[in-house]
């Protein structure tokens, strides 16, 4: 069945970078795009970027001088990297399976990682 | 970037009742507009996609429906397990953004 699964730090210090994987099961990085999206607590959630089902990205303009996003098919993973971290960046990221051919919403979603950002 | 403006912010409702949560758009995104549950500690569930289509496994109760640029999650009879955070999300156009969320609570 289709399965994505986030793993990464749970503590980074301030100005540092924070690195997250997205592993996937039951469907082709190929076939489908991935799409991150972060919650900081008690708030709504924020759509972060995307990688497309043909390698290409796309970001949310207010993170896209921080915000690199990539993948290995080979692995079935998808990639986050974002630097000079703040406190406001603090947070739950998900990586979500996008139902590209069909408008674009999330069908699937991983448990997320918390992440606290904190000296 | 489109904005999603959702009301209302939290609802009380009894067991039974039906409920309508709202999201205005603040430009046209034509059917490009889904609805997601979220409940304490989890990760959101999709409820309704292309505005109208119930996602599969989700209880008939649950509907949405398009007037022009609002849309509505109609809860026909209201169940224990419906209480959460309930957000729209539009996927018309990058940078996809959520409606700020309702909070639904039984009374």
């Given at each position: 069945q289709v399965q994505l699964k986030e793993s990464g730090p749970g503590l980074v210090q301030p100005s540092e970078t924070l690195s997250l994987t997205c592993t996937v099961s039951g469907f082709s990085l190929t076939s489908y795009s991935v799409s991150w999206v972060r919650q900081p607590s008690g708030k709504g959630p924020e759509w972060m970027g995307r990688m497309w089902y043909d390698g290409d990205t796309a970001y949310n303009s207010a993170l896209k001088s921080r915000l690199s996003i990539s993948r290995d098919t080979s692995k079935n993973q998808v990639f986050l990297k974002m630097n000079?971290?703040?406190?406001?960046?603090?947070g739950t990221y998900y990586c979500t399976r996008e139902r590209n051919w069909e408008g674009?919403?999330?069908?699937y979603w991983g448990q997320g990682v918390m992440v606290t950002v904190s000296s | 970037d489109i904005q999603m403006t959702q009301s209302p912010a939290s609802l009380s409702a009894s067991l039974e009742e039906i409920v309508t949560i709202t999201c205005q758009a603040s430009q046209d995104i034509g059917n490009y507009l889904s609805w997601y549950q979220q409940k304490l500690g989890k990760s959101p569930q999709l409820l309704?996609?292309?505005?109208?289509s119930l996602a599969d496994?989700?209880?008939?109760r649950f509907s949405g429906s398009r007037s022009g640029t609002q849309y509505s999650l109609k809860i026909n009879r209201?169940?224990?397990?419906?209480?959460g955070i309930y957000y729209c999300l539009q996927h018309?156009?990058?940078?996809y953004t959520f409606g700020a969320g309702t909070k639904l609570e039984l009374k």
């Open positions: 000079s971290l703040q406190t406001d960046d603090t674009g919403y999330f069908d | 309704i996609h292309s505005a109208t496994g989700v209880p008939s209201l169940q224990v397990e419906d209480t018309y156009s990058a940078p």
